[in-house]
């Protein structure tokens, strides 16, 4: 436990930025709500009517009329988004940082296997993770309270658990790659979120690269899907599991031969 | 029992040499001295032995545990401290002299403790503000709170100013006197000779000799200086040869009878015949194995 809680000392300044960042982005959404659903109907009308636009970011399905419809839009961008770049870069420079900054001899000179090094640092990025979001989502009911609206919980938490499998999938790639890179390597974390992201928008374009919904974890984060079905999509998330297993094992393998230089 | 021993300890890095069949004894309770230019691989040696890197062939022992099988339990008898030591920014120096302590399983504050007050450490401070001298302080800390039975130590003194290098040699020899071993890495040869027992030369990856520091000290040439001559004596076995403004010197590693006859031919004002200290064997393996 010794470095998963200095892990955790090391990033709470970073942690607290961006959990502030985005559920302070995330309330806004929310708060101002009220005041722009009276106009939501003709928003509603205006995107449905975009063409593939309106497909790439699922807003044919979606009700911008209703709270979780618009939720699932504005706040999902904003969550899925930054959420997905924080996972990126928390996984990303775990390995890669101690490597940069010449403290992996510090660590390594312990009596400490290099597994339990690995093992404690990755339970640090998940747990940054899961602080975040329950922060995130404890934020976005208050805020809903708020404007007494009642949507339906069960989705809104869905939602955020896509949200947090999604996240988790992300920082357990780049966990993996961290263990490749002598350097920050951060660029190539948000790079590979922006991606991601991307991806999903072109699977949301032509049927023809549906497929990529299987590749990029952003593809059960869909919240049109969610909303519409009240589920989560267990096949992807399933892939999504296996990349993320896949990922953090060749990490372990690799940097248990690492040579620490 | 020996506290470290390796055998035709190779590693390569691609096709770069590291080090190439190092068979090194060091004992239990000696104070050793490792020797070599920069590039010789003290430091691949060093961290093959703390499980940092993996050798390409050969193996090493630590009190008789293999580094590969028992590197935990080693690691838990050593402490190792690093040419550059480097720490975790934003961390207080107390923090990280309790991280180490904590990463070891051990409450060792009362010997922090007296460990910061020898070498006149602020605990306070944040380590990223430390000067290079100080971070070496904070390093000395975690490598000694926890009283190893085998300190591994490379360039342990660059960055200390000399009251703190005497300091940080009492430190050792009492610890020396307590059992610890000591394997130090070093380019000051003075300090190998003022506190080591034992010493070893690598050089390009290879060692060359290793033996006690008396034994090294005596083995080699003798450092030959006249005084007041200006004729050059002629003999085999004479090298290194410096003419200063009033005096030539050399050394001198052939028969002792040979050279009284010849110095006899010349005139001499004054002689001295001395031991040479390590830093001319130092340089006498470079110019006999073709430096």
Same mark, same amino acid.
């Given at each position: 436990?010794?470095?998963?809680k200095?892990e955790i000392?090391?990033g709470?300044?970073?942690? &607290?930025?961006w959990t502030?960042?985005?559920?302070?982005?995330?309330?806004?959404?929310?708060?101002?709500?009220?005041?722009? *659903?009276?106009?939501?109907d003709?928003v509603?009308?205006?995107?449905?009517?975009?063409g593939?636009?309106t497909?790439?970011?699922?807003m044919?399905?979606?009700?911008?009329?209703?709270?979780?419809?618009f939720y *699932?839009?504005?706040?999902?961008?904003?969550?899925?988004?930054?959420? =997905?770049?924080f996972?990126?870069?928390i996984?990303i420079?775990s390995?890669a940082?101690?490597?940069?900054?010449?403290? +992996?001899?510090?660590?390594?000179?312990?009596?400490?296997?290099?597994?339990?090094?690995?093992?404690?640092?990755f339970?640090?990025?998940?747990?940054?993770?899961l602080?975040?979001?329950?922060?995130?989502?404890?934020i976005s009911?208050?805020?809903?309270?708020?404007?007494?609206? &009642?949507p339906?919980?069960?989705?809104?938490?869905?939602?955020?658990?896509?949200y947090?499998?999604?996240?988790?999938?992300?920082?357990?790639?780049?966990?993996?790659?961290?263990?490749?890179?002598?350097?920050?390597?951060i660029?190539a *974390?948000?790079g590979l979120? =922006?991606?991601?992201?991307?991806?999903n928008?072109? =699977?949301?374009?032509?049927?023809?690269?549906?497929?990529?919904? @299987?590749?990029t974890p952003?593809?059960?984060?869909?919240? +049109?899907d969610?909303?519409?079905?009240?589920?989560?999509?267990?096949?992807?998330?399933l892939?999504?599991?296996s990349?993320?297993?896949? =990922?953090?094992?060749? *990490? @372990?393998?690799?940097?248990c031969r690492k040579?620490?230089? | 029992?020996? !506290?470290?021993?390796?055998?035709?300890?190779?590693?390569? %890095?691609?096709?770069?040499?590291?080090?190439?069949?190092?068979?090194?004894?060091?004992?239990?309770g000696d104070?050793?001295?490792?020797?070599?230019?920069?590039?010789a691989?003290?430091?691949?040696?060093?961290?093959?032995?703390l499980?940092?890197?993996?050798?390409?062939?050969g193996?090493?022992?630590i009190?008789?545990?293999?580094?590969?099988?028992?590197?935990?339990?080693?690691?838990?008898?050593?402490?190792?401290?690093? #040419?550059?030591?480097?720490?975790?920014?934003?961390?207080?120096?107390?923090?990280?002299?309790?991280? #180490? !302590?904590?990463?070891?399983?051990?409450?060792?504050?009362?010997?922090? $403790? $007296?460990?910061c007050?020898?070498?006149?450490?602020?605990?306070m401070?944040?380590?990223d503000?430390?000067?290079?001298g100080?971070? $070496?302080?904070v390093a000395?800390?975690?490598?000694?709170?926890?009283?190893p $039975?085998? %300190?591994i130590?490379?360039?342990?003194?660059?960055?200390?100013?000399?009251?703190?290098?005497?300091?940080?040699?009492?430190?050792?020899?009492?610890?020396?006197?307590?059992?610890?071993?000591?394997?130090?890495?070093?380019?000051?040869?003075?300090?190998?000779?003022?506190y080591?027992n034992?010493?070893a030369?690598?050089?390009?990856?290879?060692l060359?000799r #290793?033996?006690t520091v008396?034994?090294?000290?005596?083995?080699? !040439?003798k450092?030959?200086?006249?005084?007041?001559?200006?004729?050059?004596?002629?003999?085999?076995?004479?090298?290194?040869?410096?003419?200063?403004?009033?005096?030539?010197?050399f050394l %001198?590693s052939g028969d002792?009878?040979?050279?009284?006859?010849?110095?006899a031919?010349?005139?001499?004002?004054?002689?001295t015949?001395?031991?040479?200290?390590?830093?001319?064997?130092f340089?006498h393996? %470079?110019?006999?194995?073709?430096?």
């Amino acid at each position: 436990m010794t470095i998963l809680k200095h892990e955790i000392k090391q990033g709470k300044i970073s942690l &607290s930025i961006w959990t502030s960042a985005i559920a302070g982005l995330l309330a806004c959404c929310v708060l101002i709500y009220p005041e722009m *659903g009276n106009q939501m109907d003709e928003v509603t009308e205006m995107f449905s009517s975009m063409g593939s636009f309106t497909a790439a970011f699922g807003m044919d399905k979606l009700n911008m009329g209703e709270l979780l419809g618009f939720y *699932g839009m504005e706040c999902g961008s904003i969550i899925g988004l930054g959420g =997905a770049l924080f996972a990126a870069l928390i996984g990303i420079s775990s390995l890669a940082k101690e490597q940069k900054e010449h403290t +992996a001899e510090f660590l390594m000179s312990h009596p400490v296997s290099r597994v339990r090094v690995l093992t404690e640092k990755f339970c640090a990025v998940i747990l940054q993770i899961l602080i975040m979001n329950v922060m995130v989502l404890l934020i976005s009911v208050l805020s809903i309270i708020i404007i007494n609206e &009642s949507p339906e919980w069960k989705v809104l938490v869905l939602l955020h658990l896509a949200y947090t499998i999604m996240q988790i999938e992300i920082a357990a790639i780049c966990f993996g790659i961290s263990a490749f890179i002598r350097r920050g390597g951060i660029g190539a *974390g948000l790079g590979l979120a =922006a991606i991601m992201y991307f991806m999903n928008i072109i =699977a949301n374009l032509t049927d023809k690269a549906e497929f990529l919904k @299987y590749i990029t974890p952003f593809g059960y984060t869909e919240g +049109a899907d969610i909303i519409t079905e009240k589920n989560l999509d267990t096949k992807m998330i399933l892939f999504g599991t296996s990349y993320a297993v896949i =990922a953090v094992v060749i *990490g @372990y393998v690799r940097y248990c031969r690492k040579d620490i230089s | 029992m020996n !506290a470290i021993k390796t055998t035709e300890l190779t590693k390569f %890095y691609g096709k770069a040499r590291g080090i190439n069949d190092v068979d090194l004894t060091v004992e239990k309770g000696d104070f050793f001295g490792f020797i070599g230019p920069n590039g010789a691989g003290k430091s691949t040696t060093i961290r093959i032995l703390l499980g940092l890197i993996k050798a390409n062939s050969g193996s090493a022992e630590i009190f008789g545990k293999n580094i590969l099988t028992d590197k935990q339990q080693i690691l838990s008898d050593i402490g190792y401290l690093p #040419s550059e030591s480097m720490f975790y920014n934003g961390m207080r120096v107390k923090d990280v002299i309790k991280f #180490s !302590a904590d990463l070891r399983k051990k409450n060792c504050e009362d010997e922090a $403790k $007296k460990l910061c007050e020898r070498l006149q450490l602020d605990v306070m401070k944040r380590v990223d503000e430390l000067s290079l001298g100080n971070r $070496k302080k904070v390093a000395i800390v975690c490598t000694m709170q926890h009283k190893p $039975k085998l %300190y591994i130590m490379d360039e342990p003194t660059s960055g200390l100013d000399p009251l703190m290098q005497r300091e940080f040699f009492s430190l050792l020899e009492e610890r020396n006197s307590e059992g610890a071993t000591i394997f130090l890495s070093s380019h000051v040869l003075s300090e190998i000779q003022r506190y080591c027992n034992r010493a070893a030369i690598i050089r390009e990856g290879r060692l060359i000799r #290793s033996d006690t520091v008396v034994n090294l000290s005596k083995s080699y !040439a003798k450092r030959v200086t006249l005084h007041g001559t200006d004729s050059f004596p002629e003999i085999e076995g004479m090298r290194d040869f410096q003419q200063l403004s009033e005096s030539i010197s050399f050394l %001198y590693s052939g028969d002792i009878q040979l050279l009284m006859q010849e110095l006899a031919k010349h005139k001499i004002n004054d002689l001295t015949i001395a031991e040479p200290d390590l830093e001319e064997i130092f340089m006498h393996f %470079y110019t006999e194995k073709g430096e």
